[in-house]
């Protein structure tokens, strides 16, 4: 399953996401960012790439909906409600993330 990560600037959040899940067998992990100055600008490949999007916040929804919208075609995006106040890689949002994303990976 090929699971894409996205927040604001593609800094903290998202990367933890995507360096979690990247070990985990059968899944391909990949993050971006929908803020105009991310480290990773989200594009219409990686939506294309994706088989499912996490969002951390409903925030990252509206724009993706709004910037990307015909390239979502139907796809499953999960909002994971994680606010923008974790360190890269820090233990509680690593966590976090493997409590709220991992059900979805299964189901795969």
């Known amino acids: 399953m090929r699971a894409l990560f996205i927040c604001t600037h593609n800094r903290l959040r998202s990367p933890?996401?995507?360096?979690?899940?990247?070990?985990?067998?059968?899944i391909e992990t990949d993050?971006?960012?929908?803020?105009?100055d991310a480290d990773?600008?989200?594009?219409?490949e990686q939506l294309a790439w994706?088989?499912?999007?996490?969002?951390?916040?409903?925030v990252h929804r509206s724009r993706l909906s709004k910037q990307f919208q015909?390239?979502?075609?139907g796809k499953r995006i999960v909002c994971l409600d994680i606010p923008d106040n974790y360190a890269y890689m820090q233990p509680e949002l690593v966590q976090?993330?493997?409590t709220k994303v991992a059900p979805f990976?299964?189901?795969a």
């Open 40 to 44: 990773v600008p989200l594009s219409p």
């Open 50 to 58: 994706a088989e499912i999007v996490f969002v951390m916040e409903k």
């Open 31 to 36: 993050s971006a960012g929908v803020g105009a």
């Open 105 to 107: 990976l299964r189901r």
């Open 70 to 73: 015909r390239h979502l075609n």
């Open 16 to 26: 933890t996401a995507e360096q979690v899940f990247a070990s985990w067998p059968g």
């Open 96 to 98: 976090l993330l493997e």
